[in-house]
T-cell receptor, first 112, second 114 residues
């Protein structure tokens, strides 16, 4: 069974600094997709970044980037130049076929 | 235009009542889902429908039933509501193929059972 593990229930970062959120997953598949979602207090789930497993290049979206280590089954999210608006719950997700698996989330606090 | 919409956004009701939450997506997606998010923020998959066929049912009590009148709608009916049903319920949709393989989520429905 596929599982997604986020080992950091809570993280904090100083404004303008960099923070990395961890995610590992368990799968025997070679073709799948990985995502990071952000859930601010408004509770809307917002896609932050996506990664296709067949791509070796790490995905980047402005201040957000991932470190995708396929062999290690690791998919960490790096947030650079953290802003107050980055404060939220962050969920790592794995997709295989039409099934999605979510981690338990990391609550990120941004300190002014 | 809203991609995935849910109504209502807030629902307060008493134990034992029956209620429904509606979900509509205008993205032309193949698959729709329902999730339950508890107070600890854990997201639990409840159902998914692909072309009007149920493909996942994760040990959800049979008081919960999904109804899909067409590909763009997946409604959630809950009978005999219990206190433990209080949570935020999210509808989502995804495409089976294409460059964008992520799920799109609705705004959530906060259900409070008193």
């Amino acid at each position: 069974a596929q599982t997604v593990t986020q080992s950091q229930p809570e993280m904090s970062v100083q404004e303008a600094e960099t923070v990395t959120l961890s995610c590992t997953y368990d799968t025997s598949e070679s073709d799948y997709y990985l995502f990071w979602y952000k859930q601010p207090p408004s509770r809307q789930m917002i896609l932050v970044i996506r990664q296709e497993a067949y791509k070796q290049q790490n995905a980047t979206e402005n201040r957000f980037s991932v470190n995708f280590q396929k062999a290690a089954k690791s998919f960490s999210l790096k947030i650079s130049d953290s802003q107050l608006g980055d404060a939220a719950m962050y969920f790592c997700a794995y997709r295989r076929s039409n099934q999605f698996y979510f981690g338990t989330g990391t609550s990120l606090t941004v300190i002014p | 235009d809203t991609a995935v919409s849910q109504t209502p956004k807030y629902l307060v009701t008493q134990m034992g009542n029956d209620k429904s939450i509606k979900c509509e997506q205008n993205l032309g997606h193949d698959t729709m889902y329902w999730y339950k998010q508890d107070s600890k923020k854990f997201l639990k998959i409840m159902f998914s429908y692909n072309n009007k066929e149920l493909i996942i049912n994760e040990t959800v009590p049979n008081r919960f039933s999904p109804k899909s009148p067409d590909k763009a709608h997946l409604n959630l009916h809950i009978n005999s509501l219990e206190l433990g049903d209080s949570a935020v319920y999210f509808c989502a949709s995804s495409q089976e193929d294409g460059p964008r393989m992520e799920q799109y989520f609705g705004p959530g429905t906060r259900l409070t059972v008193t």
